[in-house]
């Protein structure tokens, strides 16, 4: 017979609660600047208690309000608690007073000068509009232009056609006799060697748009381009019968030849980068400045704020709660803003601290750095640095970088510090680079060279950091011509 039985226990457990303060504290410190900016100016639009303090206000230091305090002193920025967060009676007095002075965080006193990028540029011709410019002035019949956009509609970016004949006939509801001849027209338009289905049909198109009679050239491209792009040129010479001089003048020939006809016609828009630090060097320290361009100085509204102080009069108590809570998403706005941007400063300050070699000397002094490095140098969990880190970029003396950039895994030496994987990314590069083309350096090769400057490093991670460079294997960077 099964027992029930009624008892009340007491258990003490911890736990982290999520609210929408913190989600929204977190989603802010993940965001880059431009996307900051972005957030900033929808919260604007969504509460009217937060207002852009204009620039002259900034100066005269706001009225009563308090100036915002630098790094060094810390007492203004209190850390977001979870038991904060769940008290539904906030001393507004303390907050308004706190969060009202206009202006944004300033972590330097002194104003430094920027760059200034220029980031206007005219929008260019797509490689559809410029072909499809040209199909026009043919003065096509309708059934021909119909073939024709569908032909233009089925390139990619390269110039090259991805659809075949049966498929662009079904398409268009036309013969694939009518589009075969359609295609031909098109193959003669600018640029030369577009509405090609394959490498060798575009340069075939090119020799035939130059006006060239070499059929050594023609040759090579019709059976070799194998041999050509493994710079076999002793198989091409051995296939045709003829002798290397002659292979190496074609081959010139055809290395002017543009494998990507619609690359000029490029639409992708350049990425300018508007770096969220500024690193200078100044004497013989670092100064670190935080980039405000642009940024609105947010302050909570003096019509509310003195409709609270007057204990609502005129307003009803629906009102009164409305205000009171969109009088907590701002100043919870406004502290998350100013918590990103100090520990933006401190991750930033401890990299700087780390990699003062690097800022001096350049990307062969780069050390090896983890999260876990900075995370304990400033205090905080490694994963608030990784969201730190992400998709924000400083500007240094030695350029643009990505924070993420400054951690590296280490390769050993055999004897002494560790070294960043960069600065061995970077010694490859300069080791292929100042070869002898005629013998180029093989990844073996570059082992032991590494070796000789104190780099433990295989054979298949010199690969792998070649490959990661851009840059192709021996075989295919040798300069035959120079041997002989």
């Known amino acids: 017979m099964m027992a029930f039985e009624l008892r009340q226990e ?7 609660v999520m ?4 989600q929204q504290a977190i989603k802010l410190l993940q965001l ?9 100016n929808q919260e604007m639009k969504d509460n009217p208690v937060l207002e852009d303090a204009p620039e002259e206000v900034s100066a005269e230091g706001g009225g009563d309000a308090e100036p915002i305090t630098t790094p060094e002193e810390p007492s203004v920025l209190k850390p977001v608690t979870v038991e904060e967060t769940a008290r539904a009676d906030i001393d507004w007095s303390n ?4 969060y009202n002075a ?4 300033h972590f330097e006193a002194e104003k430094r000068e920027v760059p200034e990028y220029e980031n206007f540029v005219a929008r260019r011709e797509s490689l559809n509009e410029h072909l499809m410019w040209q199909l026009l002035l043919s003065l096509p019949s309708r059934r021909d232009e119909r073939i024709g956009s569908a032909i233009i509609g089925n390139l990619n970016k390269d110039g090259y056609l991805q659809a075949t004949i049966d498929e662009i006939a ?3 509801e036309a013969d694939t006799s009518e589009v075969e001849s359609v295609l031909s027209k098109m193959q003669s338009f600018d640029p030369a060697g577009v509405c090609a289905r394959d490498l060798g049909e575009c340069l075939l198109i090119q020799v035939r748009e130059l006006g060239l009679q070499d059929p050594i050239v023609v040759q090579i491209i019709r059976n070799h ?8 040129y002793k198989a091409i010479s051995r296939a045709l019968g003829i002798g290397l001089g002659e292979v190496f003048s074609a081959v010139d020939i055809i290395t002017t030849m543009e494998p990507k006809p619609g690359r000029q016609f490029s639409d992708e828009e350049p990425q300018y980068i508007s770096p969220d630090v500024f690193v200078y060097k100044v004497g013989d320290e670092f100064v670190i400045v935080l980039n405000e361009d642009g940024m609105p100085k947010l302050r909570i509204s003096s019509f509310y704020k003195e409709a609270l102080s007057n204990k609502g009069a005129g307003f009803s108590s629906d009102t009164r709660g409305y205000i009171k809570n969109k009088l907590r998403s701002a100043v919870w706005l406004i502290r998350s803003i100013h918590q990103r941007q100090r ?3 401190k991750v930033v300050k401890s990299i700087v601290s780390f990699q003062g070699d690097f800022l001096e000397k350049g990307l062969g002094h780069l050390k090896p750095m983890v999260l876990r490095d900075v995370a304990g140098d400033i205090g905080m969990h490694e994963s608030t640095v990784s969201r730190v880190t992400t998709n924000k970029y400083v500007h240094t003396p030695q350029g643009i970088f990505e924070l993420k950039f400054f951690f590296n895994t280490s390769i050993s030496r055999f004897y002494g510090e560790a070294i960043a994987s960069a600065s061995v990314k970077e010694k490859i590069r300069q080791i292929i680079e100042s070869e002898d083309s005629t013998k180029p350096y093989s990844d073996k090769k570059m082992v032991e060279i590494l070796k000789s400057s104190n780099i433990n490093i295989a054979r298949r991670t010199v690969a792998k950091y070649r490959e990661m460079l851009g840059m192709l294997p021996s075989n295919k960077r040798k300069n035959i011509r120079g041997g002989q």
Not at 19 to 22: A, E, F, H, I, S
Not at 34 to 39: C, Q, R, S
Not at 95 to 98: D, H, I, P, V
Request: aromatic share 8%.
């Open 10 to 16: 007491l258990r003490l457990t911890q736990q982290l």
């Open 19 to 22: 609210t929408p303060q913190l």
């Open 32 to 40: 880059c600047r431009l996307e900051l900016l972005d957030a900033i």
């Open 95 to 98: 907050y308004l007073g706190e």
């Open 102 to 105: 206009p202006g944004y965080v």
């Open 170 to 172: 079904t398409l268009s």
């Open 225 to 232: 381009l194998k041999h050509l792009e493994n710079k076999n």
């Open 343 to 345: 520990t933006i400063y």
